[in-house]
């Protein structure tokens, strides 16, 4: 997306995080570990790797879901584990949306499950009442909607009651663990559209995990890549998608339209440049061949 940053305006940072499974047995299993990375103010970043790699498990530590066992999370240059009194006020700033909006409804309609963030930071019922109506509008939903139990609507519906509730609180960084997954084309774009606008307005960082790579490369200014609970790769889609090989074998694809680009390279078009990640990139390069 061609931002510029200072070096050190960094939002979080995590320093040797590792986080065990089934603790204190000898089954204890390493969730992640040694995760040391550092993202800017601003960036949007998607997080990817197989099932199980450590995708989810990491976006829990950065709101303090999780503890870790050892290393820390720093918000704004804070250890968020310093005092754990404090660790409520975290989840303000750095707010999450789970892969299952069931998790996040349940109230006894979308206007109170939105408003649930906001009133637990101890606004003003006027400022509350505000906020929620401004969320639910910027992704969508009708006053009709917020007056609707979280059982009476749409899956895509729920999923933007998600947003608009981590919109609500105004966070520096949101957090979204596979929230269009299963959803068709058009409402995942419609989604992802939402979010893009509120961060193009606030210029908060966003941080997702997906497995639709298209999405990936469309949306991302970097992506970090899980193995194992280990982060093997953190770059700029450009760079991580010319490691093709590397990717399939972390079971992994690439961008639809680079692999068609790929297709066409084999047949003979050597012009095109195997870099493009989207259907616009893509047009233009060949475009440009004609």
């Not at 310093?82 to 109230?107: C, M, S, T, Y």
């Not at 939903?141 to 609500?168: D, M, T």
Request: glycine share 6%; aromatic share 8%; charged share 25%.
């Amino acid at each position: 997306m061609n931002k510029s940053y200072i070096d050190n305006d960094f939002v979080i940072e995590t320093r040797n995080l590792t986080f065990y499974y089934v603790k204190n047995t000898k089954q204890k299993k390493i969730a992640i570990s040694n995760i040391s990375v550092r993202i800017r103010k601003g960036e949007v970043i998607a997080v990817i790797g197989h099932t199980g790699s450590g995708k989810s498990t990491f976006l829990a530590h950065l709101n303090g879901l999780l503890r870790p066992d050892f290393g820390k999370v720093f918000i704004n240059s804070k250890d968020i584990w310093k005092d754990k009194k404090n660790i409520n006020k975290v989840r303000f700033k750095v707010g999450l949306a789970f892969q299952h909006p069931e998790h996040q409804l349940f109230e006894d309609t979308i206007a109170k499950d939105i408003a649930f963030g906001p009133s637990n930071m101890g606004l003003a019922k006027n400022e509350i009442i505000k906020r929620v109506e401004v969320a639910a509008e910027f992704v969508g939903l009708s006053k009709n909607i917020l007056k609707k139990s979280p059982f009476e609507i749409s899956g895509g519906q729920k999923r933007k009651a998600v947003v608009a509730g981590v919109i609500a609180m105004d966070p520096d960084v949101l957090l979204f663990d596979e929230l269009t997954a299963g959803l068709d084309p058009a409402s995942r774009k419609e989604i992802f559209s939402c979010i893009i606008k509120y961060h193009n307005i606030r210029r908060n960082t966003i941080i997702f995990t997906s497995h639709n790579m298209s999405e990936v490369a469309r949306f991302a200014d970097r992506i970090m890549v899980f193995d194992r609970g280990r982060v093997v790769m953190f770059d700029e889609p450009k760079e991580i998608f010319k490691r093709i090989s590397e990717l399939l074998n972390l079971s992994l694809e690439i961008p639809e339209v680079t692999r068609i680009i790929i297709k066409l390279r084999k047949l003979g078009h050597n012009k095109l440049d195997p870099s493009v990640l989207t259907v616009s990139e893509a047009a233009s390069n060949i475009a440009n061949m004609c």
